[in-house]
């Protein structure tokens, strides 16, 4: 029999969104990492833990089926307080948004408020351990998109039609190459030669990886939940725990 425990402990399903994050981060007290979820992941968790608090972050869903709603809900009923943010995590909690599971961040409130497809937040990485990312999820080069135009790199336009055409590809084809490429055809070679100066900030502009710093900083795990509702509400959360709105962009 698994022993009660005495602190806080968060599992965190966590892959590529977690790469270079500062160490002591992902390996503070009461944070135990576990591979990108997949089908039957979530269910392992509740079969062999006493309930706790789940962060999905990042799952698999191209070679094997991906982590499934039921088993969320199914963790959620058992008594687990199930929370996403940054990539299928965040997909997830968009879907079930009402039924229980919280979602975190400016990549959920994006996908929950606009709608956007699921290949939205999706990439390629390399193996474990490092789970180093080989590609840029749409929702990141979007972010560095509308941040060229608020700095007046290239027009507003010029970046959603950038952004816009790299939509429309397969996601393993959507890099920083590739946009710098597609702001080049929308706006020029000079505009892409300055939006090249700007790929030094890209690890910060990144939605899916400040998100998953800002939870793993705030420590909200550690807290005491609020009680329980008839209606569970969610909440799109930033680093102080105060609703995300996010502004009309591409």
Do not use: N
């Amino acid at each position: 029999m698994t022993p009660p425990r005495t602190a806080p402990v968060l599992d965190v399903l966590v892959g590529p969104t977690g790469h270079g994050l500062p160490a002591r981060l992902l390996s503070q007290d009461g944070v135990r990492l576990h591979p990108p979820a997949r089908r039957g992941s979530i269910a392992a968790l509740v079969e062999h833990l006493p309930p706790g608090r789940i962060l999905l972050v990042d799952g698999r869903y191209d070679d094997v089926p991906a982590v499934g709603h039921r088993e969320i809900l199914d963790a959620i009923a058992a008594g687990w307080q199930v929370t996403g943010l940054g990539s299928i995590g965040a997909l997830r909690a968009a879907e079930l948004d009402g039924f229980g599971m919280s979602g975190y961040g400016r990549v959920f409130a994006h996908l929950r408020d606009s709608g956007a497809p699921d290949d939205e937040v999706a990439l390629l990485h390399g193996p474990a351990p490092d789970y180093r990312p080989i590609t840029e999820a749409l929702v990141d080069l979007r972010a560095f998109a509308e941040h060229l135009a608020d700095a007046g790199v290239i027009g507003r336009a010029a970046a959603c039609d950038a952004v816009g055409a790299l939509a429309g590809r397969w996601f393993g084809d959507r890099s920083l190459p590739a946009l710098l490429h597609a702001v080049e055809a929308t706006a020029g070679r000079s505009a892409a030669a300055a939006a090249r100066t700007y790929l030094p900030r890209m690890p910060a502009i990144r939605w899916k990886s400040a998100d998953l710093t800002a939870y793993l900083t705030e420590q909200s795990w550690t807290r005491s939940p609020a009680p329980s509702r008839s209606c569970p509400r969610t909440a799109a959360a930033g680093p102080d725990s105060t609703t995300v709105s996010t502004h009309s962009g591409c």
